[in-house]
């Protein structure tokens, strides 16, 4: 009697079991279908300080120290004199280098036993109480043309051409000239100036004179302008 009552009621337990446990299933699949779609649907609903921490990349590590320089270690330079005078090195240098000597002074130069260039004053003496060469002067200075009209000691007027007056022409003559040593015109060329005039510009003005043009006391060639002005009264 007693195991058929218990098999009785393990079979009433089986079968309430079974009508819950697929509704049970269905629950469950549908919660976890929730908990993955609602994140893809609603990203805000998901907590924001989960989310940076998960989507920061770490920042990269610093760089490494650099390294140390590097000791040198020089070796102390020994000297090859003993006693004021140059020994035998005890080994072959692996570097040759080059010892600049001084140059004498010129105050220890001359002759043992003798004054000739004991002090350098002597030589200095020779050179300085040697012939003074004089710069030469210039050859041509360059005056300008009112400089030059001052020192004017002889002026014959122009004379006028007739055609050039009859044809109502006036205007300057300018003229190119170098005034020699003694005052006199040398190398007279037109630079400008209407054409009838130039030729009577230049027969007076090879007649004119000037006073020397000194330079330290010494006459002196000189290259200047020459404006001769025609001009009409009336």
Avoid: C
């Avoid at 003694?182 to 090879?206: C, F, H």
Wanted: hydrophobic share 40%.
């Amino acid at each position: 009697m007693f195991e058929d009552s218990t098999f009785e009621s393990a079979g009433k337990i089986k079968s309430k079991l079974g009508k819950y446990m697929i509704p049970l299933f269905i629950a469950e699949g549908v919660i976890l279908i929730l908990l993955i779609l609602i994140p893809l649907i609603y990203p805000e609903a998901l907590p924001k300080a989960a989310m940076q921490m998960a989507l920061t990349v770490p920042p990269p590590p610093p760089p490494p120290p650099p390294p140390p320089p590097p000791e040198v270690h020089q070796a102390p330079v020994k000297s090859e004199m003993m006693n004021n005078q140059l020994t035998a090195p005890t080994k072959i240098p692996h570097d040759i280098r080059m010892v600049a000597e001084k140059e004498p002074s010129q105050a220890l130069f001359g002759v043992a036993g003798s004054d000739f260039g004991s002090s350098g004053n002597i030589m200095g003496d020779m050179f300085n109480n040697g012939p003074k060469v004089k710069a030469a002067p210039p050859k041509k200075l360059i005056i300008s043309s009112g400089v030059m009209a001052g020192m004017l000691i002889s002026k014959p007027t122009p004379v006028y051409p007739p055609i050039a007056k009859a044809a109502r022409v006036q205007g300057t003559v300018v003229l190119q000239a170098t005034i020699s040593k003694t005052g006199s015109i040398e190398n007279l060329k037109v630079v400008s100036g209407p054409q009838m005039l130039q030729q009577a510009a230049q027969d007076a003005v090879r007649s004119w004179r000037y006073k020397p043009y000194l330079l330290n006391g010494e006459p002196v060639e000189v290259e200047t302008t020459v404006n001769v002005i025609f001009t009409l009264g009336g």
